[in-house]
């Protein structure tokens, strides 16, 4: 029941591999974007909203990119990209101009890196990522500083199965942080990366419901101790001005 858009196919670089959908130039259409494995770049679809694109200017990057995923990484409300370089063992970190044009810079991760997940793992409320190093047999851990610069996370990287390859984020334990599974290619099995294992602080847990509710009753009483400082001094002015 499907037919091809206007204008499909459309044309990427060589050896396209992944993609990711997002608004890059916030006109409210879809756009997308695709690593090239060969052409060393990224290539930007800007959508119209009725399934057709045109191609803006690719995104070189260093080299071999595998995964791309989108997230405003640098908060300042415009769709930014982080793309795996498989051969380049570092993950570029490419962010937007506010039109879709793109500028970048790489930050170090393992040998050969391939799966690339992006969510908050240490609860500050920016982006962080998660790469899975192939040759290495590690995952990558890399925490935002909320600008977009990335370190890596304590217990960082952390030992997987033999290469392995793609990477999800979930809470898989259920204790309110978020955990890492990635899939070793060699070893056929899934490595799960708890938050709990010692080394690896990536998180501050959630407040206990007593310690908000205190914060709560200080601020409040706070408030109606200035309220009470404020008509102490405002109504005898009132009186001395009538
Ligand atoms: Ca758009
Ligand atoms: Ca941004
Ligand atoms: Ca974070
Ligand atoms: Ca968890």
Same mark, same amino acid.
């Given at each position: /029941?499907?037919?091809?858009?206007?204008?499909?196919?459309?044309?990427?670089?060589?050896?396209?591999?992944?993609?990711?959908?997002?608004?890059?130039?916030?006109?409210?259409?879809?756009?997308?974007?695709?690593?090239?494995?060969?052409? *060393?770049?990224?290539?930007?679809? =800007?959508?119209?909203?009725?399934?057709?694109?045109?191609?803006?200017?690719?995104?070189?990057?260093?080299?071999?990119?595998? !995964?791309? !995923?989108?997230? #405003?990484?640098?908060? #300042?409300?415009?769709? #930014?990209?982080?793309?795996?370089?498989?051969?380049?063992?570092?993950?570029?970190?490419? =962010?937007?101009?506010?039109?879709?044009?793109?500028?970048?810079?790489?930050?170090?991760?393992?040998?050969?890196?391939?799966?690339?997940?992006?969510?908050?793992?240490?609860?500050?409320?920016?982006? *962080?990522? $998660?790469?899975?190093?192939?040759?290495?047999?590690?995952?990558?851990? /890399? =925490?935002?500083?909320?600008?977009? &610069?990335?370190?890596?996370?304590?217990?960082?990287?952390? &030992?997987?199965?033999?290469?392995?390859?793609? $990477?999800?984020? &979930?809470?898989?334990?259920?204790?309110? +942080?978020? +955990?890492?599974?990635?899939?070793?290619?060699?070893?056929?099995?899934?490595?799960?990366?708890?938050?709990?294992?010692?080394?690896?602080? =990536?998180?501050?847990?959630?407040?206990?419901? !007593?310690?908000?509710?205190?914060?709560?009753?200080?601020?409040?009483?706070?408030? /109606?101790?200035?309220?009470?400082?404020?008509?102490?001094?405002?109504?005898?002015?009132?009186?001395?001005?009538?």
């Amino acid at each position: /029941m499907f037919s091809n858009a206007t204008g499909s196919p459309f044309a990427t670089g060589t050896n396209p591999v992944s993609n990711a959908t997002a608004d890059l130039n916030g006109d409210g259409h879809l756009d997308l974007l695709f690593t090239n494995y060969i052409s *060393d770049n990224v290539s930007v679809l =800007l959508g119209n909203g009725t399934g057709s694109f045109v191609a803006a200017t690719p995104v070189p990057v260093t080299n071999g990119p595998r !995964e791309v !995923e989108a997230a #405003d990484l640098d908060g #300042d409300g415009d769709i #930014d990209f982080l793309a795996t370089n498989y051969s380049g063992n570092n993950v570029t970190v490419a =962010l937007n101009n506010g039109n879709a044009t793109f500028t970048t810079s790489s930050v170090a991760v393992g040998t050969v890196p391939r799966g690339l997940a992006i969510g908050d793992l240490d609860g500050d409320g920016d982006i *962080d990522f $998660v790469a899975a190093n192939y040759q290495s047999n590690t995952v990558s851990v /890399m =925490l935002n500083n909320g600008n977009a &610069a990335f370190a890596q996370a304590v217990g960082s990287p952390v &030992a997987t199965g033999t290469r392995p390859v793609a $990477v999800a984020l &979930a809470d898989f334990d259920g204790d309110h +942080d978020v +955990d890492i599974a990635v899939t070793s290619n060699n070893t056929n099995n899934v490595s799960i990366c708890s938050t709990t294992a010692p080394a690896l602080l =990536l998180r501050r847990r959630p407040q206990p419901p !007593e310690l908000v509710l205190g914060a709560l009753r200080r601020a409040i009483s706070t408030a /109606m101790a200035i309220t009470t400082w404020l008509l102490r001094i405002s109504v005898p002015i009132r009186f001395r001005s009538s």
